[in-house]
């Protein structure tokens, strides 16, 4: 018999992947229960399923895979303590979120000349910021505490980006506990600090930006925008914030054609790897779909070394997210989950 995977039906290409070898059961996010996960082997998930004892006590499930790279919706210790393995999907849309960070950049009108761009967290999507950030001839500070001690090398601290930066965009997980913990990192005491009117972007989970701070910052003047794609309290964003913010989309920053097929592909490798290790699907995700006219579509594996702020412009209009989020704030669940998929710039 098939073993049985349950997968949110926003997660694209499980089927083509998985569905020969596999009972697929796809199911819209709040419709992944404990009755509905009760007999599946296996989950394939989102950020929009939070997984813990509640969800999971007593299931078959062997295996939760999450098409995003965070992981702060899963139960960790709960999942290991009960021999439920746990994937990610480490850098899947690391080449759309930096395309959106500049997109966000290239709309700004008065950017002055050899701007000092301030990056926090040097991961997936903040190497790629960084690399991006020196090609275009940006003056670069990278923040990263613990590959900082890790590595040694060319990281700044917190303070010199307050002090020095223009531009100050935050790649971080989303993190509670200890020294480098990252819940409301960017707030009333980080705001103190900035020296030089600096736009702030939010491209890495909601609560890492105090929303209450961040109003009061600019309130009183002292940043010359906030870019925002990840919100606290999503999907009942702050309103407030929503208006006075530059740039403001629904979390989709990473939302590319090509991050989705990576997204799916490493989720579905975990998962067949788990459930069936002796014989694993060959996964090529350049030929998981086809354009309209049939052919495959090839999905790039690498990303740009260079990029120009015209060329960023032309692969994505940021601002016509933003006057969407703007207009109809209340959709900003439906704008996410049926997002038209951009095509990342190369």
Same mark, same amino acid.
């Given at each position: @018999? ?10 694209? /290409?499980? %089927? ?32 929009? !399923?939070?997984?813990?004892?509640? $969800? ?79 090609? $275009? ?17 060319? /990281? ?15 790649? !971080? ?20 600090a900035l020296k030089r009117r600096p736009y702030i972007l939010n ?5 890492v930006t105090d929303t209450r701070a961040l109003l009061d910052v ?8 906030? @870019? ?19 740039i403001a989309t629904p979390h989709i920053a990473g939302y590319s ?5 990576? %997204? ?58 933003? @006057? !969407? ?22």
């Open positions: @018999m098939k073993k049985t995977i349950v997968y949110d039906e926003k997660v694209p /290409f499980v %089927a083509q992947l998985l569905g020969k070898k596999y009972n697929l059961r796809p199911l819209p996010a709040d419709r992944i229960t404990r009755d509905t996960a009760a007999d599946a082997d296996a989950l394939i998930i989102r950020t929009r !399923t939070k997984v813990d004892s509640l $969800l999971l006590e007593g299931s078959k499930c062997k295996i939760v895979a999450t098409a995003t790279i965070g992981t702060d919706h899963i139960d960790l210790a709960w999942c290991k303590a009960n021999g439920i393995a746990v994937s990610n999907a480490p850098g899947c849309n690391a080449p759309a979120v930096a395309q959106w960070v500049f997109a966000a950049i290239a709309s700004i009108q008065t950017l002055p000349e050899n701007p000092t761009i301030g990056i926090i967290g040097v991961g997936n999507v903040g190497s790629i910021v960084r690399q991006w950030s020196k090609t $275009l001839g940006f003056n670069t500070l990278a923040c990263d505490p613990p590959r900082h001690r890790a590595e040694g090398g060319d /990281f700044c601290d917190l303070s010199e980006i307050a002090e020095r930066a223009d531009i100050i965009t935050f790649h !971080t997980p989303l993190t509670t506990q200890g020294p480098d913990a990252t819940f409301h990192l960017a707030g009333p005491a980080f705001f103190d491209a890495a989970r909601g609560p600019l309130d009183s003047d002292n940043i010359a925008g906030a @870019m925002i794609d990840c919100w606290e309290g999503e999907p009942d964003i702050d309103l407030t914030l929503l208006d006075r913010a530059t054609l090509e991050g989705k097929i990576r %997204a799916t592909a490493m989720a579905a490798g975990a998962v067949d790897n788990v459930l069936d290790p002796e014989t694993p699907i060959e996964l090529d995700m350049s030929h998981i779909i086809r354009d309209s006219s049939g052919q495959w579509i090839n999905i790039p594996r690498g990303t740009p070394s260079h990029i120009s702020l015209e060329k960023i412009s032309g692969s994505y209009d940021i601002m016509a997210d933003t @006057m !969407t989020l703007k207009t109809n704030p209340e959709e900003f669940e439906n704008l996410r989950n049926n997002y038209n998929l951009r095509n990342e710039v190369i």
